[in-house]
């Protein structure tokens, strides 16, 4: 019981956060990524998924930190250092498999060898503190060097992406704005001479391939397979995932993202549906990995638990 209402206590927490970015101004889930990958657990070299990667990313450019890298405080005691005097560590969420207690007597009398042993095993919510690098003294992390691409380089990645998306719906690359139309499965976006810059032609193409991944021949999200009325939840939940997933791709092809400029009205809607449902955000960053996996068909290494 305590695991589940500290998860929920952290689904309160990250969404407060949120909420009061949001109401001073900023997008947070728009903001300018960082240029040396996504967060990771700098002992395991392992990159986070789903909603850490989004987390700790804003973290880390909310407390000005170097690096989106962290550690827990064993793992830097492991290290010979520790967390400096004051500092406070950040939650994680993943799902963690444990043994299923108290099996009835049928499941038990079910063979227990080979292919055929019965699952006793279930996936619960955890919660794991972690702390950025910066946040620690005594250590000697290796200096990191960040990849940087030139200008060229990250349209020609830009392009890579979409050339290499598998089971691609239609393009209209000289459309009249940036939609995708589910019926027809089609992406339709502007020339990109329209745009103020070729970072927003590619965010705004991204947005519109992360909609398509809800196709029902792709990854069938309901907010795409079923009709939703403009500003509803489901809507909103949806334009969540697409602009989360953008920010994804161009944070994968080092584009800086440009400020979008969304309607008072669209904002206070989606301020709304998260006041009510403090779980909108985790499950749009949740839907928003697994649009860019598809996008890029790619398969992650598990997520650490530390």
């Known amino acids: 019981m ?6 929920k206590d952290t689904y309160q927490e990250v969404t407060d956060a ?5 109401e001073s101004g900023n997008i947070v889930w728009r903001c300018s990524w960082n240029q040396v990958g996504f967060p990771m657990n700098v002992t395991t070299g392992i990159s986070y998924r789903g909603w850490n990667v989004f987390w700790l990313n804003f973290h880390t450019m909310l407390k000005g930190y170097s690096m989106p890298y962290y550690i827990t405080f064993k793992q830097a005691q492991d290290l010979g250092g520790t967390i400096k005097k004051g500092e406070k560590g950040t939650k994680i969420t993943y799902w963690a498999s444990i043994k299923v207690k108290g099996q009835n007597d049928e499941a038990a009398e079910q063979p227990t060898d080979g292919d055929n042993a019965v699952q006793q095993t279930r996936m619960v919510p955890k919660i794991h503190t972690v702390f950025n690098i ?9 200096k990191v060097e960040a990849l940087f691409r030139s200008d060229a380089e990250k349209i020609a990645a830009c392009e890579q992406i979409i050339e290499d998306m598998p089971n ?8 009249q704005y940036p939609v995708y139309y589910p019926l027809k499965d089609m992406v339709a976006v502007p020339d990109i001479a329209q745009f103020d810059s070729s970072e927003e032609y590619y965010c705004a193409l991204f947005h519109e391939l992360a909609h398509s991944t809800g196709h029902e021949s792709r990854l069938s999200r309901k907010e795409i397979t079923q009709p ?27 584009i800086q993202q440009q400020t979008i400029q969304n ?8 301020l709304k549906a998260l006041k009510n449902d403090k779980t909108l955000i985790l499950k749009a960053a949740g839907q928003a990995q697994k649009a860019a996996d598809y996008i890029m068909a790619v398969v992650h290494e598990p997520e650490p638990a530390g």
């Open 2 to 7: 305590a695991v589940t209402k500290n998860f």
């Open 18 to 22: 949120v909420i009061e970015q949001m």
């Open 134 to 142: 910066d946040q620690t003294e005594g250590i000697d992390f290796p």
């Open 168 to 175: 691609r719906p239609q393009l209209n690359l000289n459309g």
């Open 228 to 254: 939703n009325k403009y500003g509803s939840e489901p809507y909103s939940r949806e334009e969540l995932t697409a602009e989360l997933t953008a920010a994804f791709l161009c944070a994968i092809t080092g």
């Open 263 to 270: 309607s008072a009205a669209y904002l206070k809607g989606w």
